[in-house]
């Protein structure tokens, strides 16, 4: 089966790239001219310790996701809006160890929150603030979360107030919420429920590193600066250790507003952003803090009252005409290029904020928000909410008291009905289908897994709740070629049989299971009845089935996304007859055949070919695998209760129970899919 100020730059001016500004070195800067170097910023030798955390790593990491989710999260005591009361009053209370900016501390803690759920792609669902990697490497020694740790320094009192039930996830979040409100700002709500994780493991093909260059080549296509130019490439930013792109413009072409623009609208592009989305975004965070030669080798405030909300940064770019100079340090140049207006208050900008005015798709909004603030707080306020929760799928996942209704970049389905159907006599329909047409056999089973195919355990997005595959663009899929004939043969038994409380999607993942159950009658697939159908195929742009280099890359790659083992995904090659025999048969055609596809064969490489000798074997474990990894990919988007999933350990009866302690037709086993946990762990922790 084929398988940015200390205190507040938020999107673009913490960077201090080397390729953006060649003659800057921020060690040099912090001492020119006899100048004594901050006394709060420590020096992070960030390349050395990404060097170092380089070596040994494999595409193909040891761990589970059981393994790092089962950490802090949750719901405080006294909910988040407590929390964000707390935070609220942190803003302005002065800390020794690392002084507020105009006496807040707002934007810096805007810039935590933007810069911890910046770094999600949608490429495949990788980053995003759900972990709460940013305190690990390689996330936080990235050249753009310099000082970082010194807001996480200063939230470290409220987390031991609020103890476990408080994510460092969640309240990075809600920092960020809480410091656009002190300053007067919008904000629509707070999805909570972010898991902390163990450790940055889950952010290392973020990179920089080789396996990161493997499905995000860049550094070794000396590409470094123009990352998204890269056909088929999965990076998010255009540089390296950046969140989006250089602040001073493309590496091919400095200081050009026109340029930046460009490169904005591909980077934020790849978070599900438009243009209108950007500009709010962009120019409603800058309406906090500014830049520090010591973090990002930048300088000022892009507005007058940094710590207030306003639409003032729209204002000045229209107001005054802005002269590119070069950033200095106690009297002496660092190379470091921003604008600065001709005759007007001391504000700077940057090339990228220039871009707002120079693009022309841009320029309209400049124009809207400096004359219409309302509509600023609207767009900003959802724009934020979609930055802070793109990697948390469903509205159905998110907790807590302060939850906004469901927006459309979440794709929330209808919930399940509170009484399921008798789905007897559907499996009854579907069996008699196959036997009348047997060809349809292996067609079911393609179309079960082409429907489910598409989930992300990375961002909790896709699977086969919904159905989407009944829809472009999921339907004209080349992998999913002949599918819409099996769904509207289903969509046919539905209706001829009067089935007006099942759901397609039900009859898809039961069309699937009876015919591999009745492929190999040693297996036994559990159903887990109360699938709903979506209206239409959104929510399936970006999910089509990613393809790197070389089958084995593309493979290992999609399990990882998947959640699924090793194991289980060599097993799942077999379908739908799922015996020996196909892995003897592989075996023997060998890595040159035309007998099996590229993907196939890639089977037999690497770590991969151990499990195709196992299965080659036995037959009993090739079933289990099989089982558990099917299990997960059918339930995994089957979201219940915090991190739990509604599907474990659910088999909806499908056939007449037949004997005593017996479902579905068949003598009941445990299989291992029913250790999942949150809809997102994996069955088997077998890397």
Same mark, same amino acid.
Request: with cysteine; charged share 20%.
């Given at each position: 089966?084929?398988?940015?100020?200390?205190?507040?730059?938020?999107?673009?001016?913490?960077?201090?790239?080397?390729?953006?500004?060649?003659?800057?070195?921020?060690?040099?800067?912090?001492?020119?001219?006899?100048?004594?170097?901050?006394?709060?910023?420590?020096?992070?030798?960030?390349?050395?310790?990404?060097?170092?955390?380089?070596?040994?790593?494999?595409?193909?990491?040891?761990?589970?996701?059981?393994?790092?989710?089962?950490?802090?999260?949750?719901?405080?005591?006294?909910?988040?809006?407590?929390?964000?009361?707390?935070?609220?009053?942190?803003?302005?209370?002065?800390?020794?160890?690392?002084?507020?900016?105009?006496?807040?501390?707002?934007?810096?803690?805007?810039?935590?929150?933007?810069?911890?759920?910046?770094?999600?792609? @949608?490429?495949?669902?990788?980053? %995003?603030?759900? *972990? !709460? $990697? &940013?305190?690990?490497?390689?996330?936080? +020694?990235?050249?753009?979360?310099?000082?970082?740790?010194?807001?996480?320094?200063?939230?470290?009192?409220?987390?031991?107030?609020?103890?476990?039930?408080?994510?460092?996830?969640?309240?990075?979040?809600?920092?960020?919420?809480?410091?656009?409100?002190? @300053?007067?700002?919008?904000?629509? %709500?707070?999805? *909570? !429920? $972010? &898991?902390?994780?163990?450790?940055?493991? +889950?952010?290392?093909?973020?990179?920089?590193?080789?396996?990161?260059?493997?499905?995000?080549?860049?550094?070794?296509?000396?590409?470094?600066?123009?990352?998204?130019?890269?056909?088929?490439?999965?990076?998010?930013?255009?540089?390296?250790?950046?969140?989006?792109?250089?602040?001073?413009?493309?590496?091919?072409?400095?200081?050009?507003?026109?340029?930046?623009?460009? +490169?904005?609208?591909?980077?934020?592009?790849?978070?599900?952003?438009?243009?209108?989305?950007?500009?709010?975004?962009?120019?409603?965070?800058?309406?906090?803090?500014?830049?520090?030669?010591?973090?990002?080798?930048?300088?000022?405030?892009?507005?007058?009252?940094?710590?207030?909300?306003?639409?003032?940064?729209?204002?000045?770019?229209?107001?005054?005409?802005?002269?590119?100079?070069?950033?200095?340090?106690?009297?002496?140049?660092?190379?470091?290029?921003?604008?600065?207006?001709?005759?007007?208050?001391?504000?700077?900008?940057?090339?990228?904020?220039?871009?707002?005015?120079?693009?022309?798709?841009?320029?309209?909004?400049?124009?809207?928000?400096?004359?219409?603030?309302?509509?600023?707080?609207?767009?900003?306020?959802?724009?934020?909410?979609?930055?802070?929760?793109?990697?948390?799928?469903?509205?159905?996942?998110?907790?807590?008291?302060?939850?906004?209704?469901?927006?459309?970049?979440?794709?929330?389905?209808?919930?399940?009905?509170?009484?399921?159907?008798?789905?007897?006599?559907?499996?009854?329909?579907?069996?008699?289908?196959?036997?009348?047409?047997?060809?349809?056999?292996?067609?079911?089973?393609?179309?079960?897994?082409?429907?489910?195919?598409?989930?992300?355990?990375?961002?909790?997005?896709?699977?086969?709740?919904?159905?989407?595959?009944?829809?472009?663009?999921?339907?004209?899929?080349?992998?999913?070629?002949?599918?819409?004939?099996?769904?509207?043969?289903?969509?046919?038994?539905?209706?001829?049989?009067?089935?007006?409380?099942?759901?397609?999607?039900?009859?898809?993942?039961?069309?699937?299971?009876?015919?591999?159950?009745?492929?190999?009658?040693?297996?036994?697939?559990?159903?887990?009845?109360?699938?709903?159908?979506?209206?239409?195929?959104?929510?399936?742009?970006?999910?089509?089935?990613?393809?790197?280099?070389?089958?084995?890359?593309?493979?290992?790659?999609?399990?990882?996304?998947?959640?699924?083992?090793?194991?289980?995904?060599?097993?799942?090659?077999?379908?739908?007859?799922?015996?020996?025999?196909?892995?003897?048969?592989?075996?023997?055609?060998?890595?040159?055949?035309?007998?099996?596809?590229?993907?196939?064969?890639?089977?037999?490489?690497?770590?991969?070919?151990?499990?195709?000798?196992?299965?080659?074997?036995?037959?009993?474990?090739?079933?289990?695998?099989?089982?558990?990894?099917?299990?997960?990919?059918?339930?995994?988007?089957?979201?219940?209760?915090?991190?739990?999933?509604?599907?474990?350990?659910?088999?909806?009866?499908?056939?007449?129970?037949?004997?005593?302690?017996?479902?579905?037709?068949?003598?009941?086993?445990?299989?291992?899919?029913?250790?999942?946990?949150?809809?997102?762990?994996?069955?088997?922790?077998?890397?």
């Amino acid at each position: 089966m084929n398988l940015s100020f200390a205190a507040g730059s938020l999107l673009l001016a913490s960077s201090h790239s080397v390729s953006a500004h060649p003659g800057l070195d921020l060690n040099q800067a912090q001492n020119q001219g006899g100048g004594d170097p901050c006394p709060f910023l420590e020096q992070k030798q960030h390349e050395e310790r990404n060097e170092l955390r380089g070596q040994g790593y494999k595409l193909l990491p040891t761990r589970s996701l059981a393994e790092l989710r089962a950490a802090d999260g949750g719901i405080p005591d006294g909910g988040f809006a407590a929390v964000e009361t707390d935070l609220i009053a942190l803003m302005k209370t002065e800390n020794p160890d690392w002084p507020t900016d105009d006496g807040s501390y707002a934007g810096l803690m805007i810039r935590l929150a933007w810069h911890c759920s910046g770094s999600y792609r @949608g490429t495949d669902g990788r980053g %995003g603030c759900d *972990g !709460g $990697r &940013i305190r690990f490497g390689p996330e936080g +020694d990235w050249m753009d979360n310099g000082n970082l740790d010194k807001a996480r320094m200063l939230l470290e009192p409220i987390k031991a107030k609020y103890g476990s039930k408080l994510s460092w996830g969640d309240l990075m979040i809600l920092a960020g919420n809480a410091a656009v409100k002190s @300053g007067g700002g919008p904000t629509i %709500g707070f999805c *909570g !429920g $972010r &898991i902390d994780d163990a450790n940055g493991d +889950d952010s290392l093909l973020l990179g920089p590193n080789a396996a990161q260059e493997l499905i995000g080549p860049c550094r070794t296509l000396d590409m470094d600066g123009q990352c998204l130019n890269v056909t088929g490439s999965a990076m998010g930013p255009t540089t390296l250790e950046l969140i989006y792109v250089n602040p001073g413009g493309p590496v091919n072409a400095p200081n050009d507003p026109v340029a930046s623009g460009a +490169d904005i609208r591909r980077a934020f592009s790849r978070m599900g952003f438009d243009d209108q989305t950007s500009a709010a975004l962009i120019g409603g965070g800058h309406s906090f803090g500014g830049a520090h030669s010591f973090t990002s080798g930048f300088d000022g405030r892009w507005t007058t009252a940094p710590t207030q909300w306003t639409n003032q940064y729209w204002n000045n770019l229209l107001d005054f005409n802005f002269t590119l100079v070069e950033v200095e340090v106690n009297g002496t140049g660092t190379g470091a290029m921003q604008w600065v207006p001709e005759d007007g208050p001391n504000i700077f900008m940057l090339t990228s904020d220039m871009a707002m005015t120079a693009d022309s798709k841009y320029r309209p909004f400049v124009d809207l928000y400096a004359n219409d603030i309302k509509m600023l707080e609207t767009d900003f306020s959802t724009s934020w909410y979609h930055l802070t929760s793109a990697d948390m799928g469903p509205a159905t996942r998110c907790i807590g008291d302060m939850l906004p209704v469901p927006q459309p970049f979440q794709f929330t389905l209808p919930p399940s009905p509170s009484t399921l159907p008798n789905y007897n006599p559907v499996r009854t329909a579907i069996q008699e289908y196959i036997e009348a047409n047997p060809e349809t056999m292996a067609g079911f089973s393609d179309l079960a897994w082409g429907c489910a195919n598409t989930f992300r355990g990375t961002d909790y997005r896709g699977g086969c709740n919904g159905g989407r595959i009944r829809f472009s663009p999921e339907s004209d899929w080349e992998s999913n070629m002949g599918s819409a004939s099996l769904v509207t043969a289903l969509e046919s038994i539905k209706a001829d049989k009067g089935f007006s409380d099942i759901s397609v999607t039900d009859m898809i993942v039961l069309s699937g299971i009876t015919a591999l159950e009745k492929s190999n009658a040693d297996l036994v697939l559990p159903f887990c009845g109360g699938y709903v159908d979506a209206a239409n195929g959104e929510g399936s742009d970006g999910l089509a089935p990613r393809i790197y280099d070389t089958p084995y890359i593309t493979i290992t790659d999609d399990y990882l996304v998947k959640g699924l083992s090793m194991e289980q995904v060599v097993a799942l090659a077999s379908a739908p007859m799922v015996t020996s025999q196909w892995y003897k048969d592989l075996q023997a055609a060998g890595e040159d055949s035309t007998e099996f596809d590229e993907f196939d064969r890639a089977l037999l490489e690497g770590d991969l070919l151990q499990y195709v000798e196992k299965f080659a074997s036995d037959e009993a474990e090739l079933r289990v695998a099989f089982e558990s990894g099917w299990t997960y990919m059918m339930k995994a988007d089957r979201y219940g209760e915090f991190n739990k999933n509604a599907c474990t350990g659910v088999d909806t009866q499908t056939t007449q129970t037949v004997e005593e302690g017996t479902s579905s037709g068949y003598a009941t086993k445990t299989v291992l899919s029913d250790m999942i946990v949150g809809g997102l762990i994996v069955a088997i922790a077998a890397f």
